[in-house]
């Protein structure tokens, strides 16, 4: 176990080594020097290699990639001379909101997911199940803002229950007290999530039913409902954990999105923003944070499995 | 088998043993046999037809801004109304049809030419090369693949062409793995050790040994990295940095129609979003009868 710790945390490092590499290469190669940036368009020439001098843009690549990861490790992750502040302060005062948006939907599907899956393998090819089916498969098909679009126009335009733009605030507090805003948003992502989801937990469901521990348990005379609930769920559900560890790059996806949409002050807005002033530090930046995430997402699903399912054994 | 009557028909009659079938024709019938697989089929067709013939059919404008016909309803004229330049939205659907399926079909080419190359030749040499190559592409499979692509269209992005190249580069990422994996299989098997012992070199092994057999593989992920690649170009076109005007695809119609649901202009989404869902959805039937039919394991005896 503790040998495989090591080994699985090694790959991690070298893959974020690549990242930085690369996140970093492409910031090279798209944004070399914000000195037009700062100085303008009529700079001179001298003014603008002196400004580089001068703001560590002008030694080797080796140098500037030295600087680079030396800044992110420290927690600086660039400066954005579009908004004059650097990326770190912006992203400060907007991950909470995201983070808010995208759990609470990840969460929901999750809980949902797995009652709904478990449904669908006992009743396996009823009326119910094909419903699911046929509605998760068209969900799957469905781009994100065109669900977004639907559900604003039915309970936002047609019947004025919710909000067409979820909370403007940038206060935590306020934004989770906000209901009337925040139900859309958080319902429409969690069925998009869902969507990928709930066929994964159907089949791996449909795959547990089928093993002689449910028979066995059966036999013994239990009540199906702990059948289900004790010997059923508890095996089902694993597949979830390495689903929802591989699940953050499509989060970040959905929340870019969703949030673009219903104009919600996150860092998925902050990205949109940023690619219409081509401000590539920020970015790159949330590129970089969102990479990171996605790696230790995969090593968290994959320890939290091994300590789960004692079956897994290791070397 | 729970169902314990004999269905009489599917037996054959006695003595007569059917001409033998290769593989293939095995996958086709099964393939066939799959209702949801063949209305993916037509829908796929229906689409093209629409989209590369429906033009020289149907001549609505959508160049030329009449402003003396903005935001008309579906109608006698426009049967699927106007936007809000008066252009014609069925003739505009069929344009953004063009470079959706067009870049569909084209990133997702790219994605599995390199894709297939690369597991290929990473899976057959082994050894230090391998984990290389293989560390490469899990770096690139940790990026974002909705971030990446958005900086870099909105950097180089303009046209079919350079949108395609730049999905298929981010896309190639899974092929590679899947292929590595078949070809991990393959080449230890007899075939190839006697290709070997014949003088085949790495490359014709590749060629004409190890990916025509992994072609099962290949051919299934093209059909879903095709519905991948149509939802993600309508992304960036939603967004605003997809194709450069005069060119458009269905996620640009999306965009324009968005700030004119609150008016009650419907016609100006719900046609072109049945669209897209109508393609890749057919896409992802496909490809799951495929995956069916051509995957002995899951083959119903």
């Known amino acids: ?315 | 088998m729970s169902n314990t009557v004999l269905n009489t028909e599917h037996i054959p009659e006695g003595g007569a043993v059917g001409p033998l079938n290769s593989g293939w024709r095995l996958a086709l019938r099964e393939f066939t046999s799959n209702k949801l697989a063949v209305a993916g089929v037509a829908i796929l067709v229906f689409f093209l037809l629409f989209s590369f013939l429906g033009p020289f059919v149907y001549h609505g404008d959508y160049l030329v801004a009449n402003l003396s016909a903005t935001n008309d309803p579906p109608g006698a004229g426009h049967p699927l109304g106007t936007d809000t330049e008066g252009f014609d939205v069925l003739a505009e659907l069929m344009k953004g049809g063009q470079a959706s399926l067009e870049i569909g079909f084209l990133s997702a080419v790219i994605a599995i030419t390199v894709g297939a190359l690369w597991g290929a030749i990473s899976g057959l040499t082994g050894g230090l090369l391998d984990s290389a190559m293989m560390r490469v592409v899990d770096v690139l499979l940790s990026i974002p693949f909705l971030f990446i692509v958005l900086i870099v269209a909105v950097k180089y992005g303009a046209t079919v062409l350079s949108l395609s190249l730049i999905l298929g580069m981010f896309t190639w990422l899974v092929p590679a793995r899947l292929v590595r994996g078949e070809v991990l299989t393959l080449k230890v098997r007899d075939f190839v050790l006697a290709a070997r012992c014949a003088g085949s070199g790495r490359w014709r092994l590749i060629n004409r040994h190890l990916l025509p057999n992994a072609l099962s593989v290949i051919i299934v992920n093209v059909t879903f990295n095709i519905a991948d690649a149509i939802l993600a170009v309508s992304y960036l076109g939603f967004l605003g940095f997809g194709l450069h005007y005069p060119n458009f695809d269905w996620g640009d119609l999306v965009n324009n129609g968005t700030e004119y649901l609150s008016d009650g202009y419907w016609w100006l989404v719900y046609p072109v979003g049945f669209c897209i869902v109508a393609t890749v959805m057919a896409c992802n039937f496909v490809g799951d009868a495929l995956r069916d039919a051509l995957d002995v394991r899951l083959r119903r005896r």
């Open chain 1, 1 to 315: 176990m503790a040998a495989y710790l090591i080994r699985r945390c090694g790959t991690s490092v070298i893959v974020l080594i690549g990242i930085s590499i690369f996140v970093f290469g492409l910031l090279h190669i798209v944004y070399p020097s914000p000195a037009r940036v700062v100085l303008g368009p009529r700079a001179s020439l001298l003014a603008i290699s002196q400004w580089n001098a001068q703001h560590g843009f002008a030694g080797s690549v080796f140098r500037q990639y030295w600087d680079y990861v030396d800044g992110v490790l420290h927690g600086n992750f660039g400066y954005s001379f579009k908004l004059n502040q650097s990326v770190t302060s912006l992203f400060a005062g907007r991950w909470m909101l995201s983070a808010y948006l995208s759990g609470v939907s990840l969460a929901l599907s999750v809980i949902i997911a797995i009652p709904l899956g478990i449904y669908q393998a006992v009743k396996r090819n009823s009326v119910g199940d094909q419903i699911v089916t046929t509605v998760t498969f068209t969900a799957y098909a469905m781009p994100d803002f065109l669900l977004y679009l639907i559900a604003i126009q039915v309970f936002a335009l047609t019947f004025k229950v919710f909000s067409t733009q979820a909370s403007s605030s940038t206060n935590i507090l306020v934004v989770m007290g906000d209901w009337k805003d925040m139900t859309l948003p958080i319902v429409c992502m969690t069925m998009l999530i869902l969507a990928g989801n709930s066929r994964y937990m159907r089949s791996s469901a449909i795959d547990t039913l089928a093993q002689d521990y449910i028979k066995a348990a059966r036999a013994k005379g239990l009540p199906e409902r702990l059948v289900l609930f004790r010997h059923l769920m508890r095996n089902a559900c694993l597949p979830m954990i390495t689903l929802v560890g591989l699940s953050i790059p499509a989060l970040l996806a959905g929340n870019l999105i969703a949030e673009e949409v219903f104009n919600y002050n996150g860092l998925g807005l902050l990205f949109y923003n940023s690619l219409q002033d081509e401000d590539y530090p920020v970015l790159l930046a949330y590129t970089l944070v969102g990479a990171v995430l996605t790696v230790l997402g995969n090593l968290i699903a994959d320890i939290a499995l091994c300590v789960a399912d004692p079956r897994i054994r290791l070397t």
